[in-house]
């Protein structure tokens, strides 16, 4: 059974019509549907994105610790999805995965310190990620440590991260707000880097 993997719109699942078939390029098995967002609707949102003010001081740090330890959970089904996952549409082993996804906890825990005690509101920003390793996402993290919401547009082959850590922020208590993921094509990172006042680009001349 392939994973569905949705558009997400300020923290809320959204179901796209419009879906990208992942698959495993050994078998050609069907890995995982992802849902698409269009550019229009990266414009609204990122335009239109309501204020929400980040967790500061010894509240972000928790928020970070304990995603930390609930990515390497290792009883925990769903980081063994994103582990198989990225193994399996990137090229990397899983040895490798694991000790990059190591690294991200680290990095949670690290930056959870670095928090203002009195922040306020803050404009998204936005990211164009790549598919090729999961270590690339501590970017978008350190956004979040400074109080900023993160717009993200993964890359095509590896939704997976960004999928899995966004779960494990909310579910650990980080406003729903703070995160919003927009898989698409060129044309829907078009949209990101137009409208987010500030954005991060990964990627080809192409992009």
């Known amino acids: 059974m392939s994973l569905q993997i949705p558009v997400i719109r300020q923290g809320r699942p959204y179901e ?117 390793a999961p270590g690339v996402h501590t970017s978008w993290l350190t956004a979040l440590a400074l109080g900023h919401p993160v717009a993200l547009k993964p890359g095509a082959r590896e939704p997976w991260t960004p999928s899995r850590l966004t779960q494990l922020l909310h579910t650990a208590g980080l406003p729903e707000a703070m995160i919003g993921i927009y898989p698409g094509d060129h044309a829907t990172s078009q949209a990101l880097i137009e409208v987010a006042e500030r954005c991060v680009l990964f990627g080809d001349e192409g992009t």
């Open 16 to 132: 796209s019509l419009d879906t990208l078939e992942i698959t495993d390029p050994r078998s050609g098995e069907l890995v995982a549907n992802v849902g698409q967002a269009n550019p229009g609707l990266v414009t609204r949102d990122v335009s239109r994105w309501r204020q929400v003010v980040a967790p500061g001081g010894d509240e972000l740090a928790g928020i970070f610790s304990r995603t930390a330890d609930a990515l390497l959970d290792s009883a925990d089904g769903e980081n063994a999805i994103m582990v198989d996952g990225v193994a399996c549409t990137t090229g990397l082993t899983r040895s490798q995965v694991t000790a990059q996804v190591e690294r991200l906890a680290s990095a949670l825990r690290s930056l959870g310190s670095w928090a203002s005690d009195a922040p306020v509101a803050r404009p998204p920003i936005g990211f164009v990620l790549p598919s090729n």
